[in-house]
């Protein structure tokens, strides 16, 4: 059976000291207690790099907040699960209900983005 999973996600929030301060904190706590589940950690865009870089070596993995369901192309704005592997997630966020209310997807374009993440 999978352990539980908690994910926290900034939205677009947290500059880069907020950032590292919130992933210090998390690292702190959770080094103190071993989780009894998966812990995943999703900053901005922006700060991918940042966080994969603080959280390297903790028992707290990274996830992105959005995906793209193509692989490449002129998607100006999107991100693909190539670059997000790179980056260094393991996880994303699809489905979200903001991203549904306020920017109209629908349950086929998040089956789309969800088929693309598992092939990833």
């Given at each position: 059976?999978?352990?539980?999973?908690?994910?926290?996600?900034?939205?677009?929030?947290?500059?880069?000291?907020?950032l590292l301060a919130v992933l210090d904190a998390l690292k702190r706590d959770i080094g103190l207690n071993p989780p009894?589940?998966?812990?995943?950690?999703?900053?901005?865009?922006?700060?991918?790099?940042?966080?994969?870089?603080?959280?390297?070596?903790?028992?707290?993995?990274?996830?992105?907040?959005?995906?793209?369901?193509?692989?490449?192309?002129?998607?100006?704005?999107?991100?693909?699960?190539?670059?997000?592997?790179?980056?260094?997630?393991?996880?994303?966020?699809?489905?979200?209900?903001?991203?549904?209310?306020?920017?109209?997807?629908t349950d086929a374009g998040v089956r789309r983005k969800a088929e693309a993440a598992l092939s990833a």
């Amino acid at each position: 059976m999978r352990k539980p999973l908690v994910a926290g996600n900034a939205k677009m929030n947290l500059t880069r000291p907020g950032l590292l301060a919130v992933l210090d904190a998390l690292k702190r706590d959770i080094g103190l207690n071993p989780p009894e589940c998966e812990v995943v950690y999703c900053p901005p865009f922006v700060w991918l790099a940042e966080a994969a870089a603080a959280l390297s070596g903790s028992r707290i993995d990274l996830g992105a907040q959005n995906m793209h369901w193509e692989a490449s192309g002129a998607f100006t704005g999107e991100i693909s699960s190539g670059l997000l592997r790179e980056a260094g997630c393991r996880y994303v966020i699809l489905g979200h209900s903001e991203r549904r209310t306020l920017f109209g997807e629908t349950d086929a374009g998040v089956r789309r983005k969800a088929e693309a993440a598992l092939s990833a």
